[in-house]
């Protein structure tokens, strides 16, 4: 099993920044990629970022490209999402989540999520 506790959530004005990390424990080394997703208020939870364990290769969902940054600190277990230029749409809960075997952007290829941290971006 891999535990994954998110934090960094908070209210940030439009045009700020946010960083949002995520911490994994237990059996780490199973990790073939980690990702983020997000759920706004009432409507469905979406794709935001991926990263390959591995090798740091990341991808971005179209919404967020040039805006979020993902990376991983693989000595600590920890990824980061970098958000900068927030805007009131990427208002919502945002989800840690790892897979074991796949590098995606679909829900169902992770095995493992966390509980989920709220960021709020006012206008």
């Known amino acids: 099993q891999v535990q994954l506790v998110e934090s960094g959530g908070g209210l940030v004005q439009a045009g700020g920044s946010l960083r949002l990390s995520c911490a994994a424990s237990?059996?780490?080394?199973?990790?073939?990629?980690m990702d983020w997703f997000r759920q706004a208020p009432g409507k469905e939870r979406e794709f935001v970022a991926a990263?390959?364990?591995?090798?740091?290769?990341?991808y971005y969902a179209d919404s967020v490209k040039g805006r979020f940054a993902i990376y991983r600190d693989r000595p600590n277990n920890t990824v980061y999402l970098q958000m900068n230029s927030l805007k009131p749409d990427d208002t919502a809960v945002y989800y840690c989540a790892a897979s074991r075997l796949v590098y995606t952007d679909h829900a169902n290829g992770m095995d493992y999520w966390g509980k989920g941290t709220l960021v709020t971006v006012s206008s």
């Open positions: 990263v390959n364990w591995s090798n740091g290769y990341a």
């Open positions: 237990g059996r780490t080394f199973s990790i073939y990629a």
